[in-house]
């Protein structure tokens, strides 16, 4: 059976390299074990392109047919593999490094393309010179961050303070910082292939991924392209210029942006699969499997199967579940509140909390957009208060 080096695990994605007749073999870090039977390796660090090398030449694999990554911090590492072990997929590490590095990324696009302005946070750097050039507010995070991790929203130079604390600063490299946008977010998945936009759907968290790892709960839902056309075709020609302006490889993708009065503002985009449930409510909405395409690109193959982005039957979201802010909360209850198409939930005190205070997950789904929107609101609600809000579960 071939096999596929996979850097992290991800269960949707191992299901998917089961069906194709895969065999993967998984890098990963401490905790993360991936199940019985999978053959895998531990690294201290995802990032490091010399140590996944070395993982994957020590595991002496036969028949290796391809390498594809489920995390943001392994993009740069997976095109590393590819081209040290010769194997298709996109082995240009310059490239990826500008889907990677936000001031890098940043500062590739072209003029027109409407952004947040960002620098590098050098050694020594004052909150003055920084609110001098951003203004008063402006945003520190990891240059080659992921997921909202270690990100933080400053004011004041004890706010500053407090940020930096967060990271070595012995690197001009390592931190960026970028002027603050106050506007609500979206987000485009979709397939970039052959130097255009071959699918995309769009989609809106209903907290920053920011507030989620500060403690709330994080969710989001598939936008109906019917309620707003043009914000449609702003994101498709965003995404576009994009892609384009960075030499963007086949990849499957995922741009956050703002929206604001005058239009998108870009935020930043990733070629890799996007995260959470994401690409199970783009299947289960569009019949799009971004696993099964991902899978594909890495092994060089035509993605097959249906590309829909039109008018759906049924709108998909999902919330990621927390323990409750007081009491206690059980799958029975949010059962007994609210009718879910799937829900996993565990009320033991030894479950393993996973990103953004992960316990359990739900997906819902709604023929309308606002009324799934509403439902949405309604659950994270009952969750933060354990149980002290809740809908009758007779929603459609």
């Avoid at 531990?42 to 993982?55: G, S």
């Avoid at 909360?329 to 565990?346: G, K, N, P, V, W």
Wanted: with cysteine; hydrophobic share 35%.
């Amino acid at each position: 059976m071939p096999t596929m080096i996979v850097i992290g695990y991800r269960d949707g994605l191992d299901e998917a390299l089961q069906r194709r007749g895969l065999d993967p073999f998984y890098i990963v870090q401490p905790p993360a074990r991936p199940p019985e039977g999978r053959g895998f390796t531990y690294v201290t660090d995802m990032e490091n392109a010399q140590e996944l090398l070395r993982a994957a030449l020590s595991a002496h694999l036969d028949d290796t047919a391809g390498v594809l990554t489920v995390h943001e911090m392994g993009v740069f590492g997976a095109a590393y593999l590819r081209q040290q072990l010769n194997l298709p997929g996109n082995t240009d590490s310059k490239t990826t490094l500008h889907f990677r590095d936000k001031f890098l990324q940043k500062s590739k696009l072209p003029p027109h393309v409407k952004r947040a302005r960002c620098r590098y946070v050098p050694v020594g750097t004052s909150f003055k010179d920084l609110a001098d050039d951003l203004g008063n507010v402006f945003v520190v995070k990891p240059a080659t961050g992921a997921g909202a991790l270690r990100t933080a929203i400053v004011r004041s130079p004890e706010e500053y303070e407090r940020a930096l604390t967060l990271f070595t600063w012995q690197s001009d490299v390592e931190v960026v910082a970028e002027s603050f946008v106050d506007a609500s977010e979206v987000y485009i998945d979709g397939i970039w292939q052959n130097g255009g936009l071959q699918w995309s759907s769009m989609s809106r968290n209903h907290i920053s991924p920011l507030s989620a790892v500060q403690g709330g709960v994080l969710a989001a839902h598939i936008l109906d392209r019917r309620r707003c056309p043009t914000l449609f075709q702003q994101a498709e020609t965003l995404a576009g210029q994009a892609l384009a302006s960075l030499g963007a490889p086949d990849c499957v993708f995922h741009l956050e942006a703002f929206t604001e009065d005058a239009g998108l503002t870009f935020g930043e985009c990733a070629i890799r699969l996007p995260g959470a449930l994401s690409p199970q409510v783009n299947k289960l909405t569009f019949g799009v499997d971004l696993f099964d395409v991902e899978i594909s690109l890495a092994l060089g193959e035509e993605p097959t199967g249906p590309l829909n982005s039109g008018a759906p039957d049924r709108f998909y979201g999902y919330i990621l579940l927390r323990r409750p802010r007081n009491g206690s909360l059980t799958q029975q209850d949010f059962e007994r509140a609210f009718r879910f198409d799937e829900i996993q939930y565990s009320s033991s005190p030894d479950t393993p909390v996973g990103p953004y205070g992960r316990v359990g997950q739900a997906i819902v789904s709604d023929q309308d957009e606002l009324r799934l929107q509403r439902t949405i609101e309604e659950i994270v609600r009952f969750n933060e208060s354990g149980g002290g809000y809740a809908q009758s579960p007779g929603q459609s």
